[in-house]
């Protein structure tokens, strides 16, 4: 079982629309837990962390975390064309450990 | 501002030389990650350095594979003899504590021929 789990997609969501990015985690004992963005041929960028269960929010993203479940998700709310990238999620706890990424394309 | 700087941004070389590759984290910053990402691949960890504690080399391929963070601040990855299977973009990360966002450099793309 891989430590950070997303699914690969590619996940397409109409303009305008929520899309719902969606990551799993093995290790109980994580502390804190980042989202990044990373266009092609770009370095990843952060976009939210959150460290306490509950929803986090910055401007049309919301990041949401659940520990019960092992469970973290990043909202994107009114979807533009410049948010097709790939969205990473990472785990800390001794070090830190990313998922191998989701693909977004949002339809114009 | 000064963020995480890597050099070079391109580096071809011929298949069995050795490579440097640099990174200067942001001033500050206790802790330098080093990643592998392969083309259109996720990002393979490397090595981690955490202030003076003993890096988590965990991730290292091979033994062709070193790396070193002098004075706390600069870190050079080493890769010796390479081969072509080392082609990717090689990404730094600092970050000002063991709980905090990464910040990360714009990598370096190495291409082995």
């Known amino acids: 079982q891989k430590e950070v789990e997303q699914n690969s997609g590619p996940l397409s969501v109409p303009e305008g629309a929520i899309a719902s990015l969606n990551c799993t985690y093995s290790?109980?004992?994580?502390?804190?837990f980042f989202w990044y963005r990373q266009y092609s041929g770009k370095s990843p960028e952060l976009i939210m962390f959150i460290y306490s269960n509950g929803d986090k929010e910055d401007g049309r993203f919301t990041a949401q975390l659940n520990k019960a479940s092992q469970y973290v998700s990043l909202l994107i709310r009114d979807s533009q064309p410049s948010d097709s990238a790939t969205y990473l999620c990472a785990a800390f706890r001794e070090k830190l450990t990313f998922g191998t990424g989701t693909r977004l394309t949002i339809i114009p | 501002g000064a963020g995480v700087s890597q050099s070079p941004s391109n580096k071809v070389t011929e298949k069995g030389k050795d490579v440097e590759l640099r990174c200067d984290p942001i001033?500050?910053?206790?802790?330098l990650y080093w990643y592998r990402q392969s083309l259109g691949q996720g990002l393979e960890f490397l090595i981690y350095?955490?202030?003076?504690?003993?890096?988590?080399k965990s991730g290292l391929p091979s033994d062709r594979f070193s790396a070193e963070r002098t004075g706390g601040s600069v870190s050079t990855l080493t890769i010796q003899r390479t081969q072509q299977e080392d082609s990717a973009v090689y990404l730094c990360?600092?970050?000002?504590?063991?709980?905090?966002?990464?910040?990360f450099g714009d990598g370096t793309r190495l291409s082995i021929l």
């Open positions: 350095f955490q202030g003076n504690s003993a890096p988590d």
């Open positions: 990360a600092s970050t000002q504590g063991r709980n905090q966002p990464q910040h």
């Open positions: 001033s500050g910053h206790t802790a």
């Open positions: 290790d109980r004992g994580s502390q804190s």
